[in-house]
């Protein structure tokens, strides 16, 4: 109702204004207008504000919060308790230790060993390496042409544009159906696995990215501005959950991520129930530690992203697997001893210091995985 009329108001904009048009007899002719429906509305709000006082009902916006907070809490429950639903992260802030990599392997190795599964692949790259992967160039630069105009497309630019109008809209859904951006592997010839399908990336993603930062600072017509954070950050999740009892059926996710922490990478990890870390092969120093740094930051930085998402009761996955480049390792058979034994003090001090858990990861080399032997990483998760 109120954008129609803004639309409306703005395309006669011009003939408002006499001073641009010229024409101040058109300011008589609509000012008797604007003043009957002046009071037309005083009216109607007087009418409003007496129920409001007559009632002992507290006000229909709060109750409107208030079934947010109860949507929200009721999503989270379900976030826990589903053992049908895995969601696996490949991130790292460091660039070129293998997340693409890991993240389509694992899902293939998966997907063939896990027949009865859906396996579904989130690609929140810009680069688009798993979709161009999956789904081939031409699929790629159909959906980027229907991105560039802003129309409806099954990319995951066009799925952030639904998340961004329920955020701001009128309702208290907090979920968007994530089935309709989802595109089967359709590749006849090539020996893909049935049971795998592509939630696309897009290179206008980064768009997206900058036009959801810029609501979760405000807030919405029924949403405070904590609600707003919690329902943008947490949209993926929820959209998993709803895809996941739809299908009725086991649903192993993967997803891909750009190496930084963007608005992007903390929705896919909130979505994420396990955080598989790629390593640099001269050890966690240029990656483990940075990207613990990157997520929680300093102790004394309250507004780091876990804080606020420990804050909200927004769970974050837990590390279940290292896996490195073994053909830049001279004994290709392991991580190197000194390296490993750094990246597991690392992680204990993670563990206890940051998370004040104890340690859910062995301590020994059945933690470490060569990227190109990554069947055995998809046999236990």
């Known amino acids: 109702m109120f954008s129609g009329s803004k639309k409306f108001f703005a395309k006669f904009q011009d003939f408002w204004d006499p001073v641009s048009f010229g024409h101040p007899r058109l300011i008589i002719l609509i000012l008797p207008i604007i003043t009957m429906a002046d009071i037309s509305s005083s009216k109607k709000r ?16 709060m109750s409107r919060i208030d079934s947010v907070d109860d949507v929200l809490e009721k999503f989270n429950k379900l976030w826990k308790e589903n053992s049908h639903l895995k969601s696996f992260s490949c991130w790292n802030e460091k660039g070129g230790v293998g997340k693409t990599h890991a993240t389509v392997r694992l899902a293939w190795e998966y997907a063939h060993l896990n ?3 859906q396996v579904l692949i989130i690609d929140l790259s810009t680069q688009g ?23 409806s497309s099954s990319s995951m630019f066009s799925y952030f544009l639904k998340v961004y109008d329920m955020a701001v809209g009128e309702c208290t859904r907090i979920a968007v159906d994530l089935e309709q951006h989802i595109t089967a592997v359709n590749r006849p010839g090539e ?11 897009s290179l206008c993603l980064t768009e997206a990215c900058r036009a959801l930062e810029r609501i979760i600072q405000s807030r ?81 930085l309250s507004i ?74 998809a046999a236990v998760l």
């Open 46 to 61: 007087k009418t409003i504000d007496n129920e409001l006082v007559n009632t002992t009902a507290p006000p229909k916006k």
């Open 191 to 201: 020996c893909f696995p049935s049971n795998i399908a592509v939630c696309a990336s």
């Open 115 to 117: 027949p009865e599964s």
């Open 220 to 300: 919405g017509m029924i949403r405070t501005q904590q609600q707003m954070w919690i329902v943008v950050q947490s949209c993926l999740k929820n959209s998993l959950i709803e895809y996941q009892a739809r299908i009725n059926k086991p649903l192993a996710v993967f997803i891909d991520h750009m190496p930084e922490l963007s608005l992007l990478t903390s929705i896919g990890m909130v979505a994420s129930k396990q955080w598989i870390v790629p390593l640099h092969q001269s050890g966690p120093r240029y990656s483990l530690v940075g990207a613990i740094r990157a997520l929680h930051g300093p102790s004394v």
């Open 304 to 377: 780091a992203f876990a804080a606020q998402a420990k804050e909200n009761n927004m769970q974050l996955p837990y590390i279940a697997a290292f896996i490195y480049k073994g053909h830049y390792i001279k004994d290709r058979s392991t991580y190197p001893q000194e390296a490993m034994e750094e990246t597991l003090s690392v992680y204990e001090n993670y563990r206890t210091t940051v998370l004040g858990e104890s340690s859910t990861i062995p301590d020994s080399s059945e933690s470490f995985y060569d990227c190109h032997h990554l069947h055995k990483l």
């Open 129 to 151: 390496e798993a979709t161009h992967y999956f789904l081939g160039e031409k699929v790629q630069d159909d959906l980027l042409e229907l991105d560039s105009r802003c129309e």
